[in-house]
């Protein structure tokens, strides 16, 4: 069985088994407050047979992803099973199965919109990123028909990382896909003080 954690947008965990069947799902859409219902709603899903961890990265918020991924490290460190990172758009284009190219769009805030284009799927069934995930301000025209998602399903991102288990790929590294830089930064030098 394979456990999916998803906080690119709002909060999605799911458990699909050997055949990629949802054995267990539970989500929310608020954009806010991961923190504050990750751990039920994992507790809500856990199965003892669950051999590897899919950790959804993005794109999505700073704070958000760094729960949903440090609470799918933890489960899969607790349990000593494999975590497999995939970028969260994948999900999506998995359950839109169009040939023709297509732009997966979800809000990055700010007024501004995260686009990847995909087209169809590869051999081993997994999306083809055409494009690389890109930000937009929102209102840009997008050549590509654009599927726009307020929320992604963990049952198809658990589906995506098991295609990739199977063909022994990597979809994505151990870093967040954050699209723009950190609001804070580091200090400069300290003002000098006359005595």
């Known amino acids: 069985m ?6 690119s947008l709002g909060t999605a965990v799911a458990v699909i088994d ?13 954009p806010l407050g991961h923190a504050e219902v990750i ?29 949903g991924i440090a609470a799918a490290r933890a489960f899969a460190l607790g349990r000593g099973i494999p975590l497999l990172p995939v970028p969260s ?7 839109i199965e169009n040939e023709e190219a297509f732009a997966v769009v979800t809000d990055a ?8 284009v995909f087209q169809g799927t590869d051999a081993d069934g997994i999306p083809q990123l055409r494009t690389p ?27 995506v990382g ?13 870093e967040p896909l954050y699209l723009r830089s950190p609001d804070v930064v580091q200090p400069g030098a300290p003002k000098r003080v006359s005595a």
């Open 2 to 7: 394979i456990l999916a954690v998803d906080t």
């Open 18 to 30: 050997a055949d990629g069947r949802a054995v267990a799902e539970a989500a929310t859409d608020d």
């Open 39 to 67: 751990g039920d709603l994992l507790a809500e899903v856990a199965r003892p047979e669950i051999t590897h961890v899919v950790a959804g990265m993005g794109p999505g918020p700073f704070t958000g992803l760094r729960i």
């Open 89 to 95: 758009h994948y999900a999506v284009a998995l359950e």
């Open 109 to 116: 805030r700010r007024r501004e919109i995260a686009v990847s």
């Open 133 to 159: 995930t890109r930000l937009e301000k929102r209102g840009t025209s997008i050549a590509e028909p654009v599927h726009e998602v307020t929320a992604l399903s963990a049952v198809a991102l658990a589906r």
């Open 162 to 174: 098991a295609r990739a288990i199977v063909a022994g790929r990597a979809l994505a590294d151990a």
